[in-house]
């Protein structure tokens, strides 16, 4: 599918023009310049058109931030692969010296790509305000407002015109509609333990914006590849910071938002960065929690791994840095029992060695991502799990909180992924140790596998007719 990059200087409205044409709010917006860094890429539909758009960082001055050279490397490169770049400047702030630089470098490209030039914030701007950009060299200026959604329709009609290959020319393959139903594998962890290196190294080429500083990734970075001949996306997401305090995911944006009021150790950028880390968790078929080898786990990804058991998302543990241990045999075996411990909500899961920095062991990732989404589709047929009802009531018969004898009357499966069982019994479910329900889906894991995969199981009362 052919992709349209936004790009331009800092704080020119990319991200809100970004939001504006794909819906909703996918890429954070700030005030502050330089709140994007590696940018999202997320498909478009127009008049029966599908194109992919990507976001970008802001282009500015290489010393004017942390992080600006790097994210203007990122930013070229990215233009530089696109089939269109929308080169966005500000209608208020008029023509500068940084516009032109953009414009000069883009211009000087051995394979230059078509260039539609976008006069952001150009609500309240005559037209002739808009004209002096004619001096770029990129032909005329849309003028546009995105936070107002005016003129959107005519850029977009404009990089449709540029990227359809008309009803004369058969579209190439990769131009297809792509599968809806692709298995999306979140890159999950707590700040600055590879999250966005071991993207990169999926990725095959630099993707995601690297530093040694935490907290550098803040939009979910989404790409799509193809691995053994089947769609994944990779969403590699910001580290789970401190400010995600209490138990469980995060709720809302207020919670995230009087942190940051609070003081607390991120801004509010940063606050809408986890929130959004949450969303994708919840949207991921698989996610990869990442942890270093060298520290262990720690009460962040606790709370990461309740995150993804809450989600009913499987899960693959990857410890990361295993390049830098040593005495690895008795660190492996003191690893796994640290692993089962903290991290016992995800109990279940897989626990795989590698290093994204040196590839070590990134290659067995995929076989186990595989397995466990498979684990989380398996189903179960009905007679099948009443025979494991009988079976396991034989092995331990349960009991009310009052002593009577509970009978577990039939169950089945009622959804995947995560699997689902609903089971009838005797009597409420209130009578019933809380137990009893946990052994059941210890049963269910020794005797059909779900493993990395959490397994809802709920018992309900199924009251005897009336005579």
Sequence with gaps: MKVATLFG??????STLFNRIVGGRPAIVHARPGSTRDGRLEP?????????LHDTGGAGAPDASPFAREIRALAERTAARSDVVLFLVDARAGLTPADEELADGLRREKERRPVVLVANKAEGVHEAGAAEFHALGLGDPLPISAEHGLGIAEVLDRVVEILDPGPDQAPAPEDAAEDEESLRVAIVGRANVGKSTLLNRFCGYERALVSAVAGTTRDPVDERITVGGRDVVLVDT????????RRGALSSSRHALSASRRGEDFEEADALAVLMSEKAIRRAGVSLLITDAVEGPTAREAQIARMIEDAGCSVVVLLNRWDLVTSRAARWAELRLDVRE???????APILRMSAMTGQGVAAIWRQVFQVAAEGSKRISTPEVNR?????????????????EVKLLYGFQSGVAPPRFRVFT????????????????GELRRRYGFRGTPVRLQ?????????
């Design 238 to 245: 910001a580290g789970i910071r401190r400010g995600a305090r």
């Design 459 to 467: 018992l309900e009362y199924k009251k005897k007719p009336r005579r």
């Design 342 to 348: 903290r991290l016992r909500h995800i109990g279940h």
């Design 426 to 441: 005797n009597c409420p479910r209130a009578d019933i140790l809380p137990s009893y329900p946990r052994f059941l889906v």
């Design 388 to 404: 494991f009802l009988a079976r396991a009531s034989e092995r331990f018969a349960p009991r009310s909180r009052r002593g009577k």
């Design 44 to 52: 478009v539909e127009w008049r029966g058109f599908d194109f992919r």
């Design 9 to 14: 200087r800092p704080n020119v409205g990319k």
